[in-house]
């Protein structure tokens, strides 16, 4: 299957620390099997689709082809996840508690990845960093910023997992 990796920063990345194919871990003991670069095309649909359709709505605005602005939202954002939390939780039952791809599976996966998306984030602006992270982390992050706070979107890559 595939997704996409996402570069998202608070400040512009410089193009020789973009996120590329390369970039991250593959193979092996990593999660991805392979990274590939995509065209143009591919990336402007892909900003406007996390934009406009995967993160949550309003709190997202596209000003450009690689800048979004966060518009505020978390406190909305971290009062539906801790709801959708417990009422996960609730449905775990001492029967279903090892169940294969049980409650306890899909409480574990929605908190690793609340937007339920194969698009991940990696939010390293000097791109060493050699891993990225699924949507948790990338929306905790953006709970810290003030409404207003522009974001910029370097590389945007393909995997294969």
Avoid at 129 to 155: H, K, M, N
């Amino acid at each position: 299957m595939h997704g996409k990796i996402f570069q998202i920063t608070k400040t512009r990345v410089a193009e020789d620390c973009c996120l590329n194919e390369t970039t991250l871990m593959q193979g092996g003991d990593s999660f991805f099997d392979y990274c590939a670069e995509i065209d143009d095309k591919q990336r402007k649909f892909h900003i406007e689709n996390l934009v406009n359709s995967v993160l949550p709505e309003g709190m997202f605005e596209l000003i450009s082809e690689d800048t979004i602005r966060y518009n505020g939202g978390a406190e909305q954002w971290r009062e539906a996840f801790v709801n959708d939390i417990r009422c996960r939780a609730e449905i775990i039952t001492p029967d279903s508690v090892q169940e294969w791809i049980g409650p306890v599976y899909r409480l574990e996966k929605f908190l690793k990845n609340p937007l339920d998306t194969a698009y991940w984030f990696y939010m390293d602006e000097e791109g060493v960093q050699a891993y990225a992270e699924q949507s948790y982390e990338f929306l905790r992050q953006v709970c810290e910023y003030e409404p207003g706070t522009l974001l910029y979107i370097g590389g945007v890559i393909d995997y294969h997992f």
